[in-house]
């Protein structure tokens, strides 16, 4: 038995069986084959370059179709690399001479080729390691007859153990059958910890090298409370996690039949909570759950599926936000954040090399992509107003820094209200245009934005990360990325007095939220609106119901006076024991 410890995303524990992705996001197993299998096996490595080939085209096609010329001219030097006589010849050799299998032969030989473009000094030859790798990485999936969706269907319950998985891949794991997963790389805020928290499985980031300790069949624990992996653990440890996992099941179907009912505290103030969701089908959990509505949907995550051929049409959008405005019905609204795609979220169309930027997090991300992009923005807000049609919608633009981008993001929804006007499609003329608040700037000078601005949302964790400098997905400084710090909360806190003070409906959507810890702290700044994971909306209704506003305030006011995140972090813990009792698993 062997534990590690790493950093907790996503609460919950599992036992299972290990299935291992290796870091090439690729599982490789079969490396040499027989002798009489050779001439099969270079016939295999044709066909997949081949289907390789057909596949790099179509996408070449589409993105020059959606997003123009410069950017399809990416996948034609990729199709390039693809045929090039002596790479045919360089993959050959080694399945001949060496008996290698197809899979092996195409990782040592792209891997080869990336390497000495590494050595080569310059960003410009860097960036062609990148090709390389990606197009490695389409002909492997080729060859094990796996795309990216290749975790999307598996056959038996596993817990998926990994170097690093991208946002999408997480998105696009077989709900049924991960029940956990745990990375060596990867941080708190990232935004695979989001998605893990969404899927409602256990999940531990960061844990440094511990892969090769592994194999694919072995036992494993995961503890997502605690941030613990626990490899072939013995019998005694198991039962006592089989006996966690059967508490936290029973106090969740407690949580859960009480769900549906308001949360007021026990002053009568009334605090409503919403779900943040990035796919649909999570509308109906936030049903169940008994959300007043969704606070926030990532519409990015249309673009991140894994069966996408190309980018999503109109018509893709506008069914996804028609079944969750119809999940919510007449009288909760859904809060439809403008896709919020650049840094960590590219669409398969958008490999990473396409988007090289030196930061990308301070690049063209979100809504500065939306306004380069702007035919991709017009679709999504013509899809968005058709679904307003059935039900209630608000919008909101995403990373908004400066007045400007907010006027310019408004006039290009004003143009399409009009188009669509004309074309007597019929919408909803007084639909809410609100923004997120999580670039400090927007907070500094939010009494410029209530002027213009319908309501807002506090994105705390970008906020977070471009407060304090700290990169969101970075292991190395995760110690440092703490939406609990004092400055954070101080901004926090003005921009809910700001907000209120003018009458503008407000609500945090951060990570923040999610944290039963947090809650009466929240409460006790003025927070009335959560917007939270959809799993753990019966425990904060709960906590809710269980506080007075009185108290939250004397605790926020105790927290203001604290120097440091850790502090207050230990403070919070400590009084919020005292709410939930023993079957509360707070981190440790
Ligand atoms: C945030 O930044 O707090 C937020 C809710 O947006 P995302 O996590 O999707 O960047
Ligand atoms: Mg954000």
């Known amino acids: 038995m062997r ?164 946002p999408s891949e997480t998105s696009n794991l077989d709900r049924d059958n991960v029940l956990g997963f745990a990375t060596e790389e990867g941080a708190r805020g990232s935004h695979t910890a989001i998605v893990a928290s969404a899927l409602q499985i256990p999940a531990v980031l960061g844990i440094g090298h511990f892969l090769a300790d592994a194999q694919e069949g072995d036992q494993v624990i995961l503890d997502g409370d605690k941030g613990l992996l626990i490899l072939n653990p013995d019998a005694e440890t198991t039962r006592k996690y089989q006996e966690i996992i059967d508490r936290q099941k029973s106090e969740s179907r407690r949580l859960s039949s009480r769900s549906a009912a308001p949360a007021i505290t026990q002053d009568g103030t009334e605090i409503k909570v919403f779900g943040n969701i990035e796919f649909h089908y999570e509308s109906r ?36 936000y028609r079944t969750v405005v119809e999940a919510m019905g007449p009288d909760r609204v859904t809060t439809i954040r403008t896709f919020d795609l650049g840094a960590d979220k590219l669409p398969p169309g958008f490999s990473a090399s396409d988007v090289v930027e030196p930061n990308p997090f301070m690049g063209v991300r979100s809504i500065r992509l939306s306004l380069k992009f702007q035919d991709m923005f017009r679709k999504q807000l013509r899809a968005i107003l058709r679904a307003s049609a059935f039900g209630p919608i608000r919008i909101m633009f995403p990373l908004v820094s400066t007045i ?40 500094i000078m939010i009494h410029t934005f209530v002027r213009e601005v319908d309501f807002f949302s506090i994105g705390t964790n970008d906020l977070t990360q471009y407060a304090l400098a700290v990169d969101r997905g970075n292991k190395g400084v995760d110690s440092l990325y703490n939406s609990e710090d004092p400055a954070i909360l101080q901004l926090v806190h003005r921009a809910i007095q700001v907000a209120t003070m003018y009458d503008k409906p407000i609500s945090v959507c951060g990570q923040i939220t999610s944290d039963p810890n947090n809650t009466m702290l929240l409460i006790g700044l003025g927070l009335r609106h959560f917007s939270v994971a959809p799993g753990v909306i019966p425990i904060i209704k709960e906590l809710c119901r269980n506080v007075t506003v009185e108290e939250c305030e004397r605790i926020a006011k105790n927290v203001l006076s604290k120097d440091t995140a850790s502090d207050i972090r230990h403070y919070l813990r400590h009084e919020t024991a005292k709410k939930l009792g023993t079957g509360w698993t707070a981190e440790e």
Do not use: W
């Open 404 to 443: 400007l981008e907010f006027r310019n993001a408004k006039s290009i929804f004003l143009d399409v209200c009009e188009e669509l006007d004309e074309a007597g499609i019929p919408f909803d003329h007084s639909i809410p245009i609100g923004m997120m608040l999580e670039v400090p700037a927007s907070i």
């Open 285 to 320: 959990i936030c049903d169940i759950n008994g959300a007043a509505g969704i606070g926030l949907y990532r519409t990015e995550f249309l673009y991140l599926g894994a069966d996408l051929a190309s980018l999503p049409t109109e018509e893709d959008h506008f069914e996804a």
């Open 3 to 166: 534990t590690y410890r790493g950093i907790s995303v996503s609460n919950g524990a599992a036992i299972g069986e290990v299935l291992i992705l290796d870091n090439r996001g690729c599982r490789l197993s079969r490396r040499f084959v027989d002798q009489h299998e050779v001439d099969s096996e270079i016939s295999r490595l044709n066909s997949a370059i081949e289907a390789t080939g057909d596949q790099i085209a179509q996408d070449r096609d589409s993105v020059t179709r959606e997003i123009g010329e410069e950017y399809g001219h990416i996948f034609g030097a990729h199709l390039r690399i693809l045929t090039d006589k002596k790479l045919l010849h360089d993959l050959e050799e080694p399945i001949r001479q060496h008996n290698y299998s197809a899979e092996y032969a195409v990782s040592e030989v792209f891997d080869r080729q990336a390497d000495i473009l590494r050595r080569v000094a310059g960003t410009l030859y860097s960036e062609r390691a990148n090709d390389v790798v990606d197009i490695k990485v389409r002909l492997l999936r080729q060859l094990m007859g796996v795309r990216q969706n290749s975790l999307a269907h598996l056959d038996r319950p596993v817990i998926l153990l990994a170097a690093t998985l991208t």
